[in-house]
């Protein structure tokens, strides 16, 4: 976990910015955090009061991503942080277990562009939903992983099916070790499919191959 703290060093906070495309900074009283108010921006946000000059200067506590955030919050007896700023919509880099929040959260970070790779999480949340279990997806993994593929499948290697109603090429992020086995929802362990292919990595008589094809095809995944 990378857990910085910017309090009056607006040019270090400047700096990191630059390099998080993904990061949250919690914006929290001045000089500490404050369990009563505890705010979630994206790092560009322009509702964070940022320098020396304001009225307030509010504390910066800045993480890689929404997991770290959430994850750091929680050891400390914290509560969730709010990410309901509609300046920076950081509702965008919040996991979720809802599939269509997921699917506008990803398209918004893919209309956005990014620089940085996000960081996932090794070990997502499983929340209770009625009567099953869900785990949460981090859409800056989706996102970044259908950025990378290009329109083209990382299996098969050919074009994505159809353009979405946006005009995105259409391919579907498959984790290779699945979340429900113990799997995480990283970079390492994701990759973008056309639907054939998806499917026949679930269900192919001849899966274990093709299992062994796509490790061979991606080298950023990891056993």
């Known amino acids: 976990m990378a857990y910085l703290t910017f309090d009056k060093d607006e040019e270090g906070f400047d700096d990191w910015v630059k390099s998080h495309s993904f990061g949250i900074v919690i914006n929290s009283s001045p000089g500490k955090l404050n369990p009563n108010y505890i705010k979630a921006h ?33 050891g400390i007896a914290f ?13 965008a880099l919040e996991p979720t277990i809802d599939v269509q929040q997921l699917e506008k ?28 279990t869900l785990i949460q997806r981090d859409p ?6 259908l950025k990378e593929a290009n329109g083209k499948c990382d299996l098969c290697t050919a074009d994505a099916p159809f353009l979405t109603n946006d ?38 008589k001849g899966k274990d191959a093709l299992l062994e094809k796509i490790y061979i095809r991606i080298f950023r995944l990891i056993r």
Not at 140 to 145: C, F, I, K, L, M
């Open 42 to 74: 994206r790092p560009e946000c322009y509702s964070i009061q940022r320098h020396a000059s304001a009225k307030t200067v509010y504390s910066k506590h800045c993480f890689d991503d929404a997991n770290e955030a959430i994850e750091y919050l929680e």
């Open 79 to 91: 509560p969730r942080p709010s990410f309901g700023c509609t300046t920076c919509k950081v509702s």
């Open 105 to 132: 959260s990803v398209k918004k970070l893919l209309a956005e562009g990014f620089s940085s790779t996000p960081s996932g999480n090794r070990k997502p949340a499983r929340v209770p939903f009625l009567s099953t």
């Open 140 to 145: 800056a993994v989706v996102a970044w992983v």
């Open 167 to 204: 005009g995105r090429p259409y391919l579907e992020v498959h984790h290779v070790r699945t979340l429900a086995s113990g799997g995480p929802d990283t970079i390492d362990n994701t990759v973008a499919l056309c639907p054939n292919c998806h499917r026949s990595m679930h269900y192919s």
